[in-house]
T-cell receptor, first 114, second 114 residues
Framework: KNQVEQSPQSLIILEGKNCTLQCNYTVSPFSNLRWYKQDTGRGPVSLTIMTFSENTKSNGRYTATLDADTKQSSLHITASQLSDSASYICVVRPNTSGTYKYIFGTGTRLKVLA | DSGVTQTPKHLITATGQRVTLRCSPRSGDLSVYWYQQSLDQGLQFLIQYYNGEERAKGNILERFSAQQFPDLHSELNLSSLELGDSALYFC?????????????FGSGTRLTVV
């Protein structure tokens, strides 16, 4: 069964600290993996997208890594800011060309404290 | 502004009632996707339309229905509402059938059933 699991479920850090969020998936065959940021009460916004052949992708202070062999991805946030407080969702797309099929993780809720 | 417009932003209604949520996709996008997100839950895919035709179906209740009009805007109809239908409803759009290149979310409609 295709699944996407994220950990931790929630995380609290102090402003300025770094953190890493994890995503494990069992989706196969695999097309791409995305990380989304969702502010409370808002729609998700794409942070990064990686295909199976990519190992890392950065977007400012956000860096995503992918290990397709172990089916693991991580999102590293550097020098966190209060505005980073949000849910971070890992989304995996199976290799089903022309057909919509995305598998969503349940997200990690990050809280950055001053 | 993501380019995907959802109205209304907030809706409060009583149990047993019927409501209609509206979504205008990003200019040039032909696919519309509807999602439900209950409190502290992940995004649940409901249904997809592509250029007016139903393309994919997720966990959509029989009390819910949707359609996409010739101008590509979409409406999600929720009837015989129950307290458990209270949630954020998101619409997303993509240019293609399978969201190969990702999709863009609107800011959502918050439905409260009392």
């Amino acid at each position: 069964k295709n699944q996407v699991e994220q950990s931790p479920q929630s995380l609290i850090i102090l402003e300025g600290k770094n953190c890493t969020l994890q995503c494990n998936y069992t989706v196969s065959p695999f097309s791409n993996l995305r990380w989304y940021k969702q502010d409370t009460g808002r729609g998700p916004v794409s942070l990064t997208i990686m295909t199976f052949s990519e190992n890392t992708k950065s977007n400012g202070r956000y860096t995503a890594t992918l290990d397709a062999d172990t089916k693991q991805s991580s999102l590293h946030i550097t020098a966190s800011q209060l505005s980073d407080s949000a849910s971070y969702i890992c989304v995996v797309r199976p290799n089903t060309s022309g057909t919509y099929k995305y598998i969503f993780g349940t997200g990690t809720r990050l809280k950055v404290l001053a | 502004d993501s380019g995907v417009t959802q109205t209304p932003k907030h809706l409060i209604t009583a149990t047993g009632q019927r409501v209609t949520l509206r979504c205008s996709p990003r200019s040039g996008d032909l696919s519309v996707y509807w999602y439900q997100q209950s409190l502290d839950q992940g995004l649940q895919f409901l249904i997809q339309y592509y250029n007016g035709e139903e393309r994919a179906k997720g966990n959509i209740l029989e009390r819910f229905s949707a359609q996409q009009f010739p101008d590509l805007h979409s409406e999600l109809n929720l009837s015989s509402l129950e307290l458990g239908d209270s949630a954020l409803y998101f619409c997303a759009s993509s240019v293609d059938k399978g969201a190969e290149y990702g999709y863009t979310f609107g800011s959502g409609t918050r439905l409260t059933v009392v």
